[in-house]
Protein backbone atom coordinates (compact mmCIF):
# COMPACT_ATOMS: atom_id res chain seq x y z
CA UNK A 1 0.00 0.00 0.00
CA UNK A 2 1.71 3.02 -1.30
CA UNK A 3 1.39 6.41 1.00
CA UNK A 4 -1.41 7.49 -1.95
CA UNK A 5 -3.93 5.08 -1.21
CA UNK A 6 -6.80 6.50 -0.19
CA UNK A 7 -7.92 7.12 3.37
CA UNK A 8 -11.41 5.64 4.58
CA UNK A 9 -13.32 8.28 7.12
CA UNK A 10 -15.70 6.16 8.82
CA UNK A 11 -19.21 8.02 9.78
CA UNK A 12 -21.25 6.55 12.62
CA UNK A 13 -22.52 8.86 15.10
CA UNK A 14 -20.48 11.74 14.18
CA UNK A 15 -22.75 12.93 11.25
CA UNK A 16 -21.16 16.48 10.55
CA UNK A 17 -17.95 17.73 9.12
CA UNK A 18 -17.16 20.79 10.85
CA UNK A 19 -15.15 19.34 14.81
CA UNK A 20 -14.66 15.94 13.07
CA UNK A 21 -11.08 14.91 13.66
CA UNK A 22 -11.29 11.75 12.15
CA UNK A 23 -12.32 13.52 8.43
CA UNK A 24 -9.75 16.40 9.73
CA UNK A 25 -6.91 13.79 9.92
CA UNK A 26 -8.07 12.18 6.51
CA UNK A 27 -8.13 15.20 4.40
CA UNK A 28 -4.85 16.04 6.47
CA UNK A 29 -2.86 13.03 4.98
CA UNK A 30 -3.16 14.89 1.87
CA UNK A 31 -4.90 11.41 0.45
CA UNK A 32 -8.10 10.80 -1.55
CA UNK A 33 -10.75 10.61 1.07
CA UNK A 34 -13.77 7.83 0.97
CA UNK A 35 -16.45 8.91 3.44
CA UNK A 36 -18.35 5.64 4.82
CA UNK A 37 -21.46 5.16 6.50
CA UNK A 38 -22.57 1.34 7.63
CA UNK A 39 -25.18 0.65 9.10
CA UNK A 40 -24.33 -2.17 11.26
CA UNK A 41 -27.36 -3.17 13.80
CA UNK A 42 -25.39 -6.66 14.48
CA UNK A 43 -23.33 -5.61 17.21
CA UNK A 44 -24.08 -7.95 20.58
CA UNK A 45 -25.08 -5.57 23.70
CA UNK A 46 -25.98 -2.75 21.82
CA UNK A 47 -29.34 -1.90 21.07
CA UNK A 48 -30.66 -1.57 17.28
CA UNK A 49 -32.10 2.04 16.73
CA UNK A 50 -35.37 3.19 17.68
CA UNK A 51 -38.32 4.03 15.45
CA UNK A 52 -37.94 7.93 15.93
CA UNK A 53 -34.14 7.82 15.68
CA UNK A 54 -34.14 5.93 12.48
CA UNK A 55 -35.93 8.23 11.20
CA UNK A 56 -33.44 10.82 12.42
CA UNK A 57 -30.70 8.93 11.18
CA UNK A 58 -32.28 8.97 7.36
CA UNK A 59 -32.34 13.05 7.55
CA UNK A 60 -29.38 13.06 8.95
CA UNK A 61 -27.29 10.55 6.12
CA UNK A 62 -29.01 12.80 3.76
CA UNK A 63 -27.95 16.09 4.90
CA UNK A 64 -24.21 14.27 5.60
CA UNK A 65 -24.38 13.36 2.06
CA UNK A 66 -25.01 16.52 -0.06
CA UNK A 67 -22.72 18.55 2.54
CA UNK A 68 -19.97 15.65 1.39
CA UNK A 69 -20.73 16.35 -2.16
CA UNK A 70 -20.73 19.68 -2.05
CA UNK A 71 -17.09 19.33 -0.61
CA UNK A 72 -15.76 17.15 -3.19
CA UNK A 73 -16.63 13.50 -1.97
CA UNK A 74 -20.03 11.79 -1.99
CA UNK A 75 -21.06 9.73 1.28
CA UNK A 76 -20.83 5.73 0.29
CA UNK A 77 -23.50 3.77 2.30
CA UNK A 78 -23.65 0.21 2.87
CA UNK A 79 -25.26 -1.87 5.60
CA UNK A 80 -24.42 -5.17 7.30
CA UNK A 81 -21.28 -6.09 9.51
CA UNK A 82 -18.55 -2.88 9.90
CA UNK A 83 -15.72 -5.23 9.46
CA UNK A 84 -16.79 -7.28 6.55
CA UNK A 85 -18.04 -4.45 4.88
CA UNK A 86 -15.17 -2.20 5.14
CA UNK A 87 -12.58 -5.34 4.09
CA UNK A 88 -14.83 -5.04 0.82
CA UNK A 89 -14.56 -1.53 0.26
CA UNK A 90 -10.92 -1.45 1.08
CA UNK A 91 -10.51 -4.04 -0.99
CA UNK A 92 -12.35 -2.15 -4.04
CA UNK A 93 -10.81 1.33 -3.23
CA UNK A 94 -6.82 -0.02 -2.26
CA UNK A 95 -7.62 2.22 0.67
CA UNK A 96 -4.24 2.33 3.08
CA UNK A 97 -5.86 4.14 6.34
CA UNK A 98 -9.14 4.27 8.10
CA UNK A 99 -9.72 7.37 10.37
CA UNK A 100 -12.94 7.32 12.94
CA UNK A 101 -14.05 8.82 15.48
CA UNK A 102 -14.62 6.90 19.38
CA UNK A 103 -18.10 5.22 20.65
CA UNK A 104 -18.72 4.72 24.03
CA UNK A 105 -20.90 2.22 24.81
CA UNK A 106 -18.48 -0.85 25.42
CA UNK A 107 -20.04 -3.31 23.43
CA UNK A 108 -18.99 -0.89 20.07
CA UNK A 109 -15.79 0.23 22.05
CA UNK A 110 -15.18 -3.07 21.84
CA UNK A 111 -15.91 -3.55 18.07
CA UNK A 112 -13.71 -0.45 17.20
CA UNK A 113 -10.73 -1.69 19.59
CA UNK A 114 -10.73 -5.22 17.32
CA UNK A 115 -11.07 -3.07 14.44
CA UNK A 116 -8.12 -0.88 15.25
CA UNK A 117 -5.93 -4.62 15.62
CA UNK A 118 -6.83 -6.16 12.98
CA UNK A 119 -6.30 -3.34 10.36
CA UNK A 120 -3.40 -2.53 11.82
CA UNK A 121 -2.04 -6.02 11.51
CA UNK A 122 -2.63 -5.87 7.88
CA UNK A 123 -0.92 -2.96 7.75
CA UNK A 124 -2.96 -0.45 7.45
CA UNK A 125 -3.04 3.32 9.29
CA UNK A 126 -5.96 3.03 12.10
CA UNK A 127 -6.30 5.77 14.39
CA UNK A 128 -9.49 7.23 16.60
CA UNK A 129 -10.15 10.81 17.63
CA UNK A 130 -12.01 12.40 20.45
CA UNK A 131 -15.67 13.98 19.55
CA UNK A 132 -18.78 12.76 21.63
CA UNK A 133 -17.34 13.78 25.03
CA UNK A 134 -15.54 16.10 26.69
CA UNK A 135 -13.75 13.86 28.66
CA UNK A 136 -12.65 9.81 27.86
CA UNK A 137 -14.60 7.92 30.62
CA UNK A 138 -11.56 5.93 30.81
CA UNK A 139 -9.37 8.69 32.04
CA UNK A 140 -12.05 10.38 34.55
CA UNK A 141 -11.04 8.79 37.77
CA UNK A 142 -11.91 9.15 41.75
CA UNK A 143 -9.11 9.29 44.24
CA UNK A 144 -9.20 5.86 44.63
CA UNK A 145 -8.65 4.73 41.00
CA UNK A 146 -12.45 3.83 40.59
CA UNK A 147 -15.39 5.36 38.60
CA UNK A 148 -17.85 8.13 39.62
CA UNK A 149 -21.24 7.02 40.81
CA UNK A 150 -22.21 10.76 42.03
CA UNK A 151 -22.51 13.82 40.05
CA UNK A 152 -21.12 16.91 42.10
CA UNK A 153 -17.69 14.87 42.68
CA UNK A 154 -17.92 14.12 38.73
CA UNK A 155 -18.87 17.57 38.33
CA UNK A 156 -16.48 18.74 40.22
CA UNK A 157 -13.12 17.00 39.43
CA UNK A 158 -14.77 17.81 35.66
CA UNK A 159 -14.32 21.90 36.37
CA UNK A 160 -11.27 21.62 37.94
CA UNK A 161 -9.60 20.29 35.03
CA UNK A 162 -8.16 21.93 31.86
CA UNK A 163 -10.46 23.77 29.08
CA UNK A 164 -11.62 21.73 26.44
CA UNK A 165 -9.82 21.73 23.54
CA UNK A 166 -10.79 24.03 20.79
CA UNK A 167 -13.33 22.67 18.00
CA UNK A 168 -11.78 21.72 14.35
CA UNK A 169 -12.82 23.31 11.74
CA UNK A 170 -14.50 21.78 8.69
CA UNK A 171 -12.14 20.93 5.65
CA UNK A 172 -12.70 23.48 2.54
CA UNK A 173 -12.42 20.90 0.39
CA UNK A 174 -12.42 16.69 0.56
CA UNK A 175 -10.37 15.70 -2.85
CA UNK A 176 -12.63 12.56 -3.73
CA UNK A 177 -11.42 8.68 -4.43
CA UNK A 178 -11.21 8.20 -7.93
CA UNK A 179 -11.91 4.29 -7.88
CA UNK A 180 -15.65 2.87 -7.82
CA UNK A 181 -17.13 2.09 -4.81
CA UNK A 182 -20.74 0.78 -5.09
CA UNK A 183 -23.07 2.53 -2.63
CA UNK A 184 -26.83 1.66 -1.55
CA UNK A 185 -29.30 4.12 -2.08
CA UNK A 186 -30.46 5.97 1.24
CA UNK A 187 -33.93 4.64 0.72
CA UNK A 188 -32.77 1.16 0.66
CA UNK A 189 -31.75 1.00 4.22
CA UNK A 190 -35.81 1.52 4.74
CA UNK A 191 -35.29 3.88 8.09
CA UNK A 192 -38.14 5.97 7.52
CA UNK A 193 -41.75 4.94 8.64
CA UNK A 194 -44.43 3.66 6.32
CA UNK A 195 -47.93 2.04 6.56
CA UNK A 196 -48.41 4.42 8.76
CA UNK A 197 -46.05 6.95 7.76
CA UNK A 198 -46.69 8.67 11.51
CA UNK A 199 -43.64 11.59 10.88
CA UNK A 200 -45.45 14.40 9.99
CA UNK A 201 -44.87 16.22 13.58
CA UNK A 202 -41.48 15.44 13.87
CA UNK A 203 -40.44 16.94 10.38
CA UNK A 204 -42.31 19.94 11.28
CA UNK A 205 -40.58 20.73 14.42
CA UNK A 206 -37.16 19.68 13.42
CA UNK A 207 -34.16 20.41 10.64
CA UNK A 208 -32.06 16.95 11.64
CA UNK A 209 -28.18 17.73 10.29
CA UNK A 210 -24.91 19.82 10.61
CA UNK A 211 -26.53 22.70 9.70
CA UNK A 212 -29.33 22.49 12.25
CA UNK A 213 -27.79 21.53 14.80
CA UNK A 214 -25.58 24.69 14.42
CA UNK A 215 -28.63 26.95 14.06
CA UNK A 216 -30.09 25.32 17.36
CA UNK A 217 -26.70 26.15 19.26
CA UNK A 218 -27.26 30.20 17.55
CA UNK A 219 -30.72 30.50 17.93
CA UNK A 220 -30.43 29.55 21.89
CA UNK A 221 -26.90 31.57 22.67
CA UNK A 222 -28.92 34.59 20.98
CA UNK A 223 -32.45 34.14 22.94
CA UNK A 224 -33.02 31.92 25.58
CA UNK A 225 -29.78 30.97 27.41
CA UNK A 226 -30.16 34.40 29.48
CA UNK A 227 -32.84 32.66 31.58
CA UNK A 228 -31.92 29.35 30.84
CA UNK A 229 -31.72 28.60 35.12
CA UNK A 230 -35.11 29.49 35.57
CA UNK A 231 -36.90 28.97 31.80
CA UNK A 232 -35.93 25.63 31.64
CA UNK A 233 -38.65 23.84 34.08
CA UNK A 234 -41.12 25.55 32.33
CA UNK A 235 -42.61 23.55 29.48
CA UNK A 236 -44.99 25.94 28.05
CA UNK A 237 -41.87 28.22 27.11
CA UNK A 238 -39.34 27.46 24.38
CA UNK A 239 -36.37 27.76 27.27
CA UNK A 240 -33.95 25.27 26.94
CA UNK A 241 -31.43 24.60 23.38
CA UNK A 242 -33.29 21.80 21.67
CA UNK A 243 -29.81 20.43 20.74
CA UNK A 244 -30.52 17.15 22.27
CA UNK A 245 -30.74 14.91 19.18
CA UNK A 246 -27.92 16.95 17.35
CA UNK A 247 -25.78 15.84 20.32
CA UNK A 248 -27.24 11.88 20.17
CA UNK A 249 -26.13 12.05 16.22
CA UNK A 250 -23.05 14.05 16.65
CA UNK A 251 -23.77 16.65 14.09
CA UNK A 252 -22.63 18.77 16.54
CA UNK A 253 -20.27 18.39 19.24
CA UNK A 254 -19.74 19.66 23.02
CA UNK A 255 -16.79 20.96 22.22
CA UNK A 256 -18.22 23.33 19.90
CA UNK A 257 -21.50 24.27 22.54
CA UNK A 258 -18.87 24.76 25.06
CA UNK A 259 -16.45 26.84 22.43
CA UNK A 260 -20.00 28.95 21.44
CA UNK A 261 -20.88 29.44 25.08
CA UNK A 262 -17.47 30.71 25.84
CA UNK A 263 -17.48 33.38 22.88
CA UNK A 264 -21.16 34.64 23.65
CA UNK A 265 -19.32 35.66 26.75
CA UNK A 266 -22.31 34.36 29.14
CA UNK A 267 -20.41 33.49 32.07
CA UNK A 268 -19.50 36.95 32.59
CA UNK A 269 -23.17 38.38 31.88
CA UNK A 270 -25.26 35.49 33.31
CA UNK A 271 -22.77 33.16 35.11
CA UNK A 272 -26.02 31.46 37.04
CA UNK A 273 -27.22 30.52 33.41
CA UNK A 274 -24.30 29.72 31.46
CA UNK A 275 -23.31 27.49 34.76
CA UNK A 276 -26.55 25.73 35.04
CA UNK A 277 -26.13 24.95 31.14
CA UNK A 278 -22.61 23.64 31.64
CA UNK A 279 -23.95 21.17 34.12
CA UNK A 280 -26.62 19.73 31.78
CA UNK A 281 -23.95 18.90 29.25
CA UNK A 282 -21.80 17.30 32.05
CA UNK A 283 -25.03 15.13 33.11
CA UNK A 284 -24.24 13.86 29.37
CA UNK A 285 -21.00 13.04 31.04
CA UNK A 286 -21.52 11.90 33.91
CA UNK A 287 -24.35 9.15 31.66
CA UNK A 288 -21.38 8.14 29.57
CA UNK A 289 -19.21 7.53 32.30
CA UNK A 290 -21.86 5.34 34.35
CA UNK A 291 -22.84 3.50 30.95
CA UNK A 292 -19.08 2.93 29.98
CA UNK A 293 -18.68 1.26 33.57
CA UNK A 294 -21.72 -0.51 33.13
CA UNK A 295 -22.77 -1.76 29.68
CA UNK A 296 -26.39 -2.95 30.94
CA UNK A 297 -27.75 -0.06 32.57
CA UNK A 298 -30.68 -0.64 30.40
CA UNK A 299 -31.19 -3.87 31.80
CA UNK A 300 -30.24 -3.67 35.60
CA UNK A 301 -30.93 -1.94 38.43
CA UNK A 302 -27.94 -0.20 39.04
CA UNK A 303 -28.84 -0.37 42.58
CA UNK A 304 -29.22 -4.27 42.71
CA UNK A 305 -31.10 -4.21 46.33
CA UNK A 306 -34.30 -3.02 44.08
CA UNK A 307 -33.87 -6.51 42.18
CA UNK A 308 -36.24 -7.30 45.03
CA UNK A 309 -39.55 -5.04 43.92
CA UNK A 310 -42.17 -6.19 42.84
CA UNK A 311 -43.44 -4.66 39.52
CA UNK A 312 -47.36 -4.73 38.79
CA UNK A 313 -48.01 -6.42 35.38
CA UNK A 314 -50.51 -3.62 33.87
CA UNK A 315 -50.62 -3.62 30.69
CA UNK A 316 -53.98 -1.31 30.16
CA UNK A 317 -51.86 0.82 32.21
CA UNK A 318 -48.88 0.99 30.37
CA UNK A 319 -51.17 1.45 27.19
CA UNK A 320 -52.81 4.73 28.87
CA UNK A 321 -49.41 6.09 29.49
CA UNK A 322 -48.13 5.50 26.48
CA UNK A 323 -50.84 6.85 24.91
CA UNK A 324 -51.71 10.07 27.07
CA UNK A 325 -54.76 8.94 28.55
CA UNK A 326 -54.19 8.54 32.01
CA UNK A 327 -56.63 11.67 32.94
CA UNK A 328 -53.32 13.35 34.53
CA UNK A 329 -53.04 16.55 31.81
CA UNK A 330 -49.44 17.02 32.57
CA UNK A 331 -48.25 13.65 31.97
CA UNK A 332 -50.83 13.09 28.88
CA UNK A 333 -50.08 16.33 27.11
CA UNK A 334 -46.08 15.28 27.97
CA UNK A 335 -46.46 11.95 26.18
CA UNK A 336 -48.21 13.46 23.66
CA UNK A 337 -45.54 15.46 22.81
CA UNK A 338 -43.32 12.68 22.53
CA UNK A 339 -45.52 10.77 19.97
CA UNK A 340 -46.07 13.63 18.20
CA UNK A 341 -42.94 15.20 17.85
CA UNK A 342 -40.43 12.83 18.93
CA UNK A 343 -39.30 15.24 21.92
CA UNK A 344 -40.65 15.78 25.41
CA UNK A 345 -39.11 18.59 27.86
CA UNK A 346 -37.01 17.64 30.69
CA UNK A 347 -39.34 18.50 33.51
CA UNK A 348 -42.00 16.51 31.67
CA UNK A 349 -39.81 13.38 31.14
CA UNK A 350 -39.19 13.47 35.05
CA UNK A 351 -43.13 13.78 35.68
CA UNK A 352 -43.96 10.96 32.93
CA UNK A 353 -41.34 8.30 34.14
CA UNK A 354 -42.27 8.93 37.96
CA UNK A 355 -45.84 8.72 37.01
CA UNK A 356 -45.35 5.11 35.19
CA UNK A 357 -43.03 3.81 38.23
CA UNK A 358 -44.71 5.28 40.72
CA UNK A 359 -48.26 5.64 40.00
CA UNK A 360 -48.89 2.56 38.40
CA UNK A 361 -45.70 0.54 39.41
CA UNK A 362 -44.75 -0.13 36.45
CA UNK A 363 -41.17 -1.54 35.29
CA UNK A 364 -38.69 1.49 34.81
CA UNK A 365 -37.49 -0.63 31.53
CA UNK A 366 -40.85 -1.09 29.71
CA UNK A 367 -40.97 3.30 30.11
CA UNK A 368 -37.06 3.31 28.86
CA UNK A 369 -37.82 1.06 25.98
CA UNK A 370 -40.78 3.07 24.96
CA UNK A 371 -38.70 6.55 25.08
CA UNK A 372 -36.05 4.35 23.08
CA UNK A 373 -38.30 3.79 20.28
CA UNK A 374 -40.04 7.17 20.41
CA UNK A 375 -37.59 9.70 20.93
CA UNK A 376 -35.65 11.37 18.45
CA UNK A 377 -32.67 12.19 21.46
CA UNK A 378 -32.69 8.94 22.70
CA UNK A 379 -29.87 8.08 23.85
CA UNK A 380 -27.38 4.83 24.70
CA UNK A 381 -26.17 7.01 27.65
CA UNK A 382 -28.80 9.19 29.13
CA UNK A 383 -31.76 7.21 28.83
CA UNK A 384 -31.35 4.48 31.25
CA UNK A 385 -29.26 6.63 33.27
CA UNK A 386 -32.47 8.71 33.64
CA UNK A 387 -34.87 6.03 33.78
CA UNK A 388 -33.23 5.08 36.62
CA UNK A 389 -32.24 8.14 38.36
CA UNK A 390 -36.08 8.68 38.44
CA UNK A 391 -37.03 5.19 39.68
CA UNK A 392 -34.56 5.30 42.48
CA UNK A 393 -32.76 2.66 41.17
CA UNK A 394 -29.42 4.34 39.51
CA UNK A 395 -26.87 5.95 40.74
CA UNK A 396 -26.81 9.16 42.51
CA UNK A 397 -30.84 8.48 42.16
CA UNK A 398 -34.27 10.57 43.28
CA UNK A 399 -34.92 8.25 46.38
CA UNK A 400 -37.63 5.70 45.50
CA UNK A 401 -39.65 7.45 48.30
CA UNK A 402 -40.20 10.81 46.40
CA UNK A 403 -43.11 10.63 44.51
CA UNK A 404 -44.63 13.44 42.53
CA UNK A 405 -47.89 14.89 42.74
CA UNK A 406 -48.70 15.37 38.96
CA UNK A 407 -50.91 17.68 39.50
CA UNK A 408 -48.44 19.83 41.89
CA UNK A 409 -45.76 19.69 39.34
CA UNK A 410 -48.34 20.76 36.73
CA UNK A 411 -49.41 23.72 38.69
CA UNK A 412 -45.91 24.42 39.39
CA UNK A 413 -43.91 24.60 36.12
CA UNK A 414 -47.09 24.79 33.67
CA UNK A 415 -49.46 27.38 36.14
CA UNK A 416 -51.04 29.58 33.09
CA UNK A 417 -51.90 25.76 31.39
CA UNK A 418 -50.22 26.54 28.08
CA UNK A 419 -48.40 23.17 27.94
CA UNK A 420 -51.08 21.20 28.25
CA UNK A 421 -53.36 22.98 26.06
CA UNK A 422 -51.17 22.75 23.29
CA UNK A 423 -51.15 18.80 23.45
CA UNK A 424 -54.05 17.82 25.08
CA UNK A 425 -56.93 20.38 23.05
CA UNK A 426 -59.71 18.93 24.41
CA UNK A 427 -59.33 20.69 27.73
CA UNK A 428 -58.47 23.83 26.08
CA UNK A 429 -61.38 25.93 27.69
CA UNK A 430 -60.99 24.56 30.92
CA UNK A 431 -60.35 27.64 33.29
CA UNK A 432 -56.59 27.65 34.89
CA UNK A 433 -58.08 27.06 38.28
CA UNK A 434 -58.38 23.16 37.05
CA UNK A 435 -56.82 22.57 34.12
CA UNK A 436 -54.24 20.24 36.42
CA UNK A 437 -57.06 18.62 37.96
CA UNK A 438 -60.47 18.65 35.66
CA UNK A 439 -62.15 16.21 37.87
CA UNK A 440 -62.30 18.78 40.79
CA UNK A 441 -63.85 21.01 38.88
CA UNK A 442 -68.00 21.54 38.90
CA UNK A 443 -70.16 19.96 36.54
CA UNK A 444 -71.70 23.32 35.21
CA UNK A 445 -67.74 24.92 34.82
CA UNK A 446 -66.84 20.99 32.90
CA UNK A 447 -70.43 21.23 30.63
CA UNK A 448 -69.15 25.37 29.66
CA UNK A 449 -65.40 23.92 28.92
CA UNK A 450 -67.11 21.70 26.14
CA UNK A 451 -65.58 18.55 28.69
CA UNK A 452 -67.13 15.57 29.97
CA UNK A 453 -64.97 12.61 31.63
CA UNK A 454 -66.57 9.94 30.99
CA UNK A 455 -65.66 10.29 26.98
CA UNK A 456 -63.86 13.45 25.93
CA UNK A 457 -61.08 13.06 28.38
CA UNK A 458 -60.73 10.00 30.71
CA UNK A 459 -61.00 10.26 34.82
CA UNK A 460 -57.58 9.32 36.51
CA UNK A 461 -56.35 6.09 35.76
CA UNK A 462 -55.35 5.89 39.54
CA UNK A 463 -56.18 7.70 42.13
CA UNK A 464 -52.84 9.78 43.82
CA UNK A 465 -53.32 8.83 47.11
CA UNK A 466 -53.92 5.39 46.65
CA UNK A 467 -51.02 5.18 44.10
CA UNK A 468 -48.29 6.61 46.73
CA UNK A 469 -49.51 4.32 49.68
CA UNK A 470 -49.07 1.46 46.69
CA UNK A 471 -45.82 2.80 46.14
CA UNK A 472 -44.57 3.80 49.54
CA UNK A 473 -45.53 -0.02 50.70
CA UNK A 474 -43.77 -1.37 47.79
CA UNK A 475 -41.05 0.16 48.53
CA UNK A 476 -41.21 -0.35 52.40
CA UNK A 477 -41.18 -4.08 51.63
CA UNK A 478 -37.83 -3.61 50.07
CA UNK A 479 -36.13 -1.39 51.96
CA UNK A 480 -38.12 -1.29 55.48
CA UNK A 481 -40.16 2.27 55.40
CA UNK A 482 -38.95 5.74 54.07
CA UNK A 483 -40.37 9.13 53.67
CA UNK A 484 -42.63 10.46 51.96
CA UNK A 485 -41.53 13.99 49.63
CA UNK A 486 -44.60 15.94 48.06
CA UNK A 487 -42.72 18.94 47.43
CA UNK A 488 -41.70 18.16 43.92
CA UNK A 489 -37.83 19.66 44.72
CA UNK A 490 -35.55 18.12 43.20
CA UNK A 491 -31.99 18.98 42.79
CA UNK A 492 -32.51 19.08 38.97
P1 LIG B 1 -31.04 21.48 27.44
O1 LIG B 1 -31.68 21.81 28.74
O2 LIG B 1 -30.83 22.60 26.50
O3 LIG B 1 -29.65 20.80 27.80
C1 LIG B 1 -28.53 20.80 26.92
C2 LIG B 1 -28.01 19.40 26.75
O4 LIG B 1 -27.56 18.88 28.00
C3 LIG B 1 -29.04 18.40 26.24
O5 LIG B 1 -29.19 18.47 24.84
C4 LIG B 1 -28.47 17.08 26.72
O6 LIG B 1 -27.47 16.60 25.85
C5 LIG B 1 -27.82 17.48 28.05
N1 LIG B 1 -28.76 17.20 29.13
C6 LIG B 1 -29.75 17.99 29.60
N2 LIG B 1 -30.39 17.39 30.63
C7 LIG B 1 -29.79 16.19 30.80
C8 LIG B 1 -29.98 15.11 31.70
N3 LIG B 1 -30.93 15.12 32.64
N4 LIG B 1 -29.18 14.03 31.58
C9 LIG B 1 -28.21 13.98 30.65
N5 LIG B 1 -27.97 14.98 29.78
C10 LIG B 1 -28.75 16.07 29.86
N6 LIG B 1 -31.61 13.03 27.04
C11 LIG B 1 -31.15 12.56 25.88
O7 LIG B 1 -30.34 13.23 25.22
N7 LIG B 1 -31.55 11.34 25.39
C12 LIG B 1 -32.43 10.56 26.08
O8 LIG B 1 -32.73 9.45 25.61
C13 LIG B 1 -32.95 11.05 27.29
N8 LIG B 1 -33.88 10.34 28.00
C14 LIG B 1 -34.36 10.84 29.18
C15 LIG B 1 -35.28 10.08 29.92
C16 LIG B 1 -35.81 10.58 31.11
C17 LIG B 1 -36.78 9.74 31.91
C18 LIG B 1 -35.41 11.84 31.58
C19 LIG B 1 -35.95 12.40 32.87
C20 LIG B 1 -34.48 12.60 30.88
C21 LIG B 1 -33.93 12.10 29.67
N9 LIG B 1 -33.00 12.85 28.93
C22 LIG B 1 -32.51 12.33 27.76
C23 LIG B 1 -32.41 14.09 29.47
C24 LIG B 1 -33.10 15.40 29.09
O9 LIG B 1 -34.48 15.31 29.30
C25 LIG B 1 -32.83 15.81 27.63
O10 LIG B 1 -31.46 15.75 27.35
C26 LIG B 1 -33.31 17.25 27.40
O11 LIG B 1 -34.68 17.37 27.68
C27 LIG B 1 -33.03 17.63 25.96
O12 LIG B 1 -33.53 18.91 25.67
P2 LIG B 1 -32.54 20.10 25.37
O13 LIG B 1 -31.50 19.71 24.38
O14 LIG B 1 -33.38 21.28 25.02
O15 LIG B 1 -31.86 20.30 26.79
Known amino acids: MGSDAPAIILFRRDLRVADNRALAAAVGTGRQVLPLFVLDEEIAGARPSGAASRWWLHQSLAALGERLGDLGSGLVIRRGETAKVLAGVIDRSGAGAVFWNRRYHPAEAAVDAALKKSLRACGLIAESFDGMLLHEPSLVKTGSGGFYKVYTPFWKALAAGSEPRDPVDAPDSISGCSARVASVPLEELKLLPRKPDWSDGLAE ?288
Open 205 to 492: RWTPGEEGGRRALAGFLRHRIEDYAEARDLPGRPGTSMLSPHLAFGEITPFQVMAALTRSRMADRNPADAERFRKEIVWREFSYHLLFHNPDFHRENFRREFDGLEWRRDAEGLRRWQRGLTGYPIVDAGMRELWRTGWMHNRVRMIVASFLVKHLGIDWREGEAWFWDTLVDADAANNPVNWQWVAGTGADAAPYFRIFNPVLQGEKFDPSGDYVRRYVPELEKVPDRYIHRPWDAPARVLADSGVSLADIYPPPVVDHDVARRRALAAFAAIRGGGNDDETGETKR
